[in-house]
């Protein structure tokens, strides 16, 4: 997957925790998208962020639901009191651009389980 | 709304024959589309894009055609293998690099 690490691949929370999900993307890339994916579903935009921008944000949660990308680490896509519903896949892409390329480069994605 | 969609959730073809994943999508205005790959347990891959002004763009084993008039592309795999057995998913590129998935479909290969 070009280089977009993901971590943790696996996490286990129960109601009311909250959860970390971090993405590095390929190197030289300052472009960050994050998506969701339910089980037997498509993946849902949720937000578009740069280096320390967030660009685009209407796919995202109206409350508990937070992004970030900061001038140095990762970019953190972070849910407060996650709930049942919060199940699910987070992915990461990163490109180098914004041009319709399709050069949209995906991690392996992040598994949330809530208890 | 807007939406991209598949016709069929699940697609089962016998090893060697050819596969023809369909899509349909609801926005005239879209110009760019993309197949994606994802196996199990995986993030999506890009396999090939098309653009509104192609009806037709070849890759390796790989076709997407694309009919404007119905607002339809399809992905052909020729002598498909045990390999590409994944859900595949279209997805429309819209301004800024945001994607729009339809809900996929699961290509069995037997062998």
């Known amino acids: 997957n070009a280089g977009v690490m993901q971590n943790p691949r696996h996490l286990v929370r129960r109601r009311g925790q909250e959860a970390r999900l971090r993405c590095s993307p390929v190197k030289g890339h300052s472009h960050v998208y994050w998506y969701r994916q339910l089980p037997e579903e498509g993946l849902k935009f949720m937000v578009y962020l740069q280096k320390e921008n967030i660009i685009d944000e209407s796919g995202m949660p109206k409350e508990r639901f937070s992004a970030e990308f900061p001038k140095e680490g990762p970019s953190i896509l972070r849910i407060q009191q996650v709930v049942r519903g919060d199940s699910a896949a987070y992915f990461c892409a990163s490109s180098l651009g914004t041009g319709s390329t399709g050069e949209l480069f995906f991690g392996e994605g992040s598994r949330l389980t809530v208890l | 709304g807007e939406s991209v969609g598949l016709h069929l959730p699940t697609l089962s073809v016998q090893e060697g024959d050819n596969s023809i994943i369909n899509c349909a999508y609801s926005?005239?205005?879209?110009?760019?589309f993309i197949w994606y790959k994802q196996e199990s347990g995986k993030g999506p891959q890009f396999i090939i894009d098309?653009?509104?002004?192609?009806d037709k763009r070849q890759g390796q084993r790989v076709t997407v055609l694309l009919n404007k008039t119905v607002k339809h592309l399809s992905l052909q795999i020729a002598a498909t293998q045990p390999g590409d057995s994944a859900v595949y998913f279209c997805a429309e590129n819209r301004k800024g690099g945001k994607l729009i998935f339809g809900q996929g479909t699961e290509l069995s290969v037997k062998p």
């Open positions: 098309i653009r509104s002004n192609m």
């Open positions: 926005n005239s205005a879209s110009d760019y």
